[in-house]
């Protein structure tokens, strides 16, 4: 009887490998992501085995739809195509015997691992009898640094998983498993990237866009929106507020000189993404900035923003260089959204020296002349919300008022 192959994804993680105490609370992150983003694609069933997850493809009709989703999970260390089997060798040796069908290599090598110790060869004596099985049917050479084609044989206790195309994922943690937190993103190259890497730490991520309609065309608005839709693709579900600023930057100029402008504006728009995070239960807030890229990212400036906030600023670019940065841009697909021309609410009222140094009275004197009560209700009560959702059905996650008590000390090493 020929042995049955069934199809299937098979999805290592590493970090989450690490984590002593709570891996089932992340990995039941990691269970539910991979669920959601394949709601559209059924049947995938996703079964939790020992070190590894498999999404059981039997009947899928769109194999490649999936692989190319779960390539956007963050906690997927890797993932490959493959073809699951009993492990008994004859079955191992017909799904590499399907695997090499039809296929021309010049080398290869075999890559076994057991994942118990009981069965009855070793990973060696398992590369040996499969490379002569191999060597026996395709006209190749054993290559074992640098082959053109690479078998992996997982032998688990009850099956055995064969593949070839083995492909990096995000890495990283399962978005949600780390609470949530609130990006403030203007329609440039970096908060964008900013975004996704706290989405990579295990962040869900809620966007606030300042914009100034109608001093200006509504065209940050789109980009905002653009922007967050790409970005939804790591993690499902997004809110994006749109904050009128326009107002607001007119109450600022009348009273504040033209180089401390830019630090009341950032100061302001903290004060009121963190309103709208307290609505949302984020935990902190998250900037694009870069240390030193522009006038208002100095450390004194920096650490002026940081004062008119009570929930921790997040920068994960801050050691970033403007081409890393740009590099990552391209890679998540939001580098052509953010290049689009338009003006930023910073590009209004914005002087040609901004203040690179202000000390704290300095700042503190200018916002005295300001309801600063008033600017932030007007904001918060002007912000419109806007939902995006990947793929169609996922669903919203919930708001999460506080950090669930099985999240919060979910550090342990
Ligand atoms: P970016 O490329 O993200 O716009 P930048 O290098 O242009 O960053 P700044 O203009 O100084 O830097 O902005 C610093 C950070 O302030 C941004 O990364 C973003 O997090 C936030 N920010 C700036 N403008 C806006 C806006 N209109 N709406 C929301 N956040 C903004
Ligand atoms: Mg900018």
Redesign the pocket.
Known sequence: MTPRLRPCLLVHYHEISLKAGHRPMFLRHLRQNLERATVDLQPVKVVQLPGRLMLDLEGNPAPEAVRERVTRICGVANLALAQRVTSQMEAIKAAVGRMIEGRQFESFRITARRAFQTYPLTSVEINRELGTFVLERVKTRVDLDNPALTIHVEVLPSETFVYSDREPGPGGLPVGSSGTVV??????????V?AWRMMKRGCRVEF????SVPYLPPT?QQK?RALVDRLTQWQFFSRLYLVP?GEIQREVVLSVPPPAR?VVY?RL?VRIAEALARQTGAQAL?????LG??A??TLQNLARIDEAATLVILRPLIGMDKHEITAQAQALGTFEI?VEPDQ???TLFVPKHPATRMAPEEVQGLEERLNLPALVKAGVEGAQLETFEFPKGAGPFPVSRHAPAAEEGSRSQ
């Open positions: 990006s403030l993103l203007s329609g440039g190259i970096d908060s964008p900013s606030v866009h300042f914009h940050s905002a600023f830019v950032r728009m998250v900037t694009g900035e870069s890229q522009v208002s990212q953010s930023d609410c910073c």
